[in-house]
């Protein structure tokens, strides 16, 4: 795993916009897999800012994001598919058609989760960018996932549920469950840029990349990727 030190968020931003628009700008027919939360903001803004200044074109660039809470429509604003519309999508030349995320409103979960396997096949990703959950996750993989998981359907573990409560109004309306894509088509991803920021991610950071690759860390499998990238900020790095 290679890391790169940030002095803070704005250079962790710029610096992971570098990997990001490499591929971009070197395959105008780039598949990446994309993450919501609120570390990739700052890459997203960088994303946007290079399209208009420079005219950078994703009308042939496909995407997949990792997750989607269940029982959220696509409309709804807490939704991450409203997500990527509001901090990326719309900021770019990009074809909504070629744009995919877990249908969170899909009631047979088993179909739904075939079907976004199925796809995953159809587009391998020349990069998967990745946040870092506070617990280790990665996407919505709690910690226990076998590595060789495909999508399927989660129960939050209560410390995301807190996590992720900050981004509603109340702690109430968080859902409990979510579609995942799987650890396994995670690592599939020819690249992987990971992210994290702040002092709450040290001791997750730290047992991703230094600590014992194990099931219950479910980041410290990238440490077998071929080609990952994590970069952090000071206070994240704080215990390595
Ligand atoms: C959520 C998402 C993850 C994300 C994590 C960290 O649980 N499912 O994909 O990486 O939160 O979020 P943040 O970047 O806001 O700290």
């Known amino acids: 795993m290679k890391?790169?030190?940030?002095?803070?968020?704005?250079?962790?931003s710029a610096?992971?916009?570098?990997?990001?628009l490499e591929v971009v700008k070197n395959n105008p027919y780039a598949v990446l897999g994309l993450a919501t939360g609120t570390t990739p903001l700052g890459l997203y803004a960088y994303m946007i800012a290079d399209h208009e200044k420079y005219g950078t074109s994703?009308?042939?660039?496909?995407?997949?994001?990792?997750?989607?809470?269940?029982?959220?429509?696509?409309?709804?604003p807490q939704s991450y598919a409203y997500f990527m519309r509001k901090n990326l999508f719309d900021g770019l030349d990009i074809d909504p058609e070629n744009t995919n995320i877990e249908n969170g409103m899909a009631e047979d979960e088993a179909k739904e989760c075939a079907?976004?396997?199925?796809?995953?096949?159809?587009?391998?990703?020349?990069?998967?960018l990745l946040g870092l959950g506070s617990n280790g996750h990665i996407a919505f993989n709690e910690p226990g996932t076998p590595f060789g998981s495909g999508t399927h359907v989660v129960t939050l573990a209560?410390?995301?549920?807190?996590?992720?409560?900050?981004?509603?109004?109340?702690?109430?309306?968080?859902?409990r469950k979510a579609f995942t894509m799987g650890i396994r088509q995670i690592m599939q991803a020819k690249k992987i840029l990971i992210?994290?920021?702040?002092?709450?991610?040290?001791?997750?950071?730290?047992?991703?990349?230094?600590?014992?690759?194990?099931?219950?860390?479910?980041a410290s499998v990238l440490q077998l990727h071929p080609d990952c990238t994590l970069i952090v900020d000071r206070a994240a790095a704080a215990n390595l």
């Open 15 to 20: 610096s992971a916009a570098k990997v990001m």
């Open 158 to 175: 209560e410390s995301t549920v807190k996590d992720n409560a900050r981004l509603f109004d109340d702690i109430s309306e968080v859902p």
């Open 195 to 218: 992210l994290a920021s702040g002092a709450n991610k040290a001791e997750a950071v730290c047992k991703m990349a230094k600590g014992e690759v194990t099931e219950s860390v479910p």
């Open 3 to 12: 890391i790169i030190v940030t002095k803070d968020y704005e250079e962790l």
């Open 115 to 128: 079907r976004y396997d199925e796809l995953l096949e159809q587009l391998p990703r020349d990069i998967q």
């Open 58 to 76: 994703y009308a042939h660039v496909r995407t997949a994001n990792l997750d989607e809470y269940k029982g959220l429509a696509k409309t709804h």
